[in-house]
């Protein structure tokens, strides 16, 4: 009886000083009754541990998020503000482009927001259906016509036959175009951004290419974190392309990953695996 007391006094103990904030361990390995009581409640305590610290950083994140989103917006409304100034003093078609260009940015932010509010709380319902490869890279380059047009840039596809994943088309698509964008914002004029696939029995891998530059080194672990934008950004992206393209992709039994070729130039590789 005086060694059960002193079992139960010993856990209560822990458990006392975790209520009070203490961070405790049970280190006693005695093997008894008590021994699966106490495995139990070690368990349930580290597992509150962990749920607290995803709590602080998803409520850190919030915060983080937050805040990108009210500078992002900052920009395109002080420039609304500014051309409905000045088309008051001295109506011009050129204020009212600059208008349309900032309402354009605030409309594709607000759709790129929906999106990831829909991702985070999970009810983007994605289509299981067979998807032909070459289609959907085709597609999706056909989407972005006018851009690879106004920035003279060229497009290829190389066809390697008949290859299929099991995917969602449009969302994919969307995913793709993104990738494909960025490629082409950093092509100069007369360059190309290629795309190639290929299958394995394990994944179906598709790579898309630009003639650029390359990733700044300080870039390629964050390209795909939400809001990030390089210190060579010149788009006036919002930072969320790349990021609703991962998140896409990850929810399809797939990953993107980004690196320099050896020849020059940023590739991006999607796998999207068999099981």
């Keep these: 009886m005086r060694g059960k007391k002193r079992r139960i006094e010993e856990l209560t103990r822990y458990l006392e000083e975790i209520n009070m904030g203490k961070q405790g361990i049970l280190v006693d390995t005695t093997d008894d009754e008590f021994s699966h009581l106490r495995d139990e409640i070690y368990k349930t305590v580290t597992a509150l541990y962990q749920t607290r610290d995803e709590a602080v950083k998803a409520k850190e994140n919030y915060a983080d998020n937050l805040a990108n989103i009210a500078h992002q917006l900052k920009t395109p409304i002080t420039a609304l503000l500014l051309s409905v100034q000045m088309m008051r003093e001295n109506p011009s078609s050129d204020n009212l482009a600059q208008i349309e260009r900032s309402a354009g940015r605030l409309q594709a932010m607000e759709e790129a927001l929906l999106l990831l509010s829909r991702l985070d709380s999970g009810t983007l319902c994605l289509k299981q259906e067979k998807v032909d490869v070459f289609t959907l890279l085709t597609l999706a380059f056909d989407n ?132």
């Design 144 to 275: 972005l016509q006018e851009l690879f047009r106004a920035g003279e840039v060229q497009a290829e596809v190389l066809e390697a036959g008949e290859v299929s994943i099991t995917a969602d088309l449009d969302w994919t698509m969307e995913a793709v175009m993104n990738l494909v964008k960025n490629c082409m914002e950093h092509t100069p004029r007369g360059g190309c951004v290629h795309c190639s696939y290929e299958e394995n029995p394990l994944y179906v891998q598709i790579r898309i290419w630009d003639e650029g530059a390359g990733f700044a080194e300080a870039d390629v672990f964050h390209l795909f974190d939400r809001f990030y934008r390089g210190e060579g950004e010149k788009s006036g992206g919002i930072g969320i392309g790349l990021s609703l393209a991962k998140e896409i992709i990850e929810m399809q039994r797939g990953n993107v990953s980004a690196f320099n070729l050896p020849s020059g130039g940023g590739c991006f590789e999607i796998r999207f695996y068999r099981h």
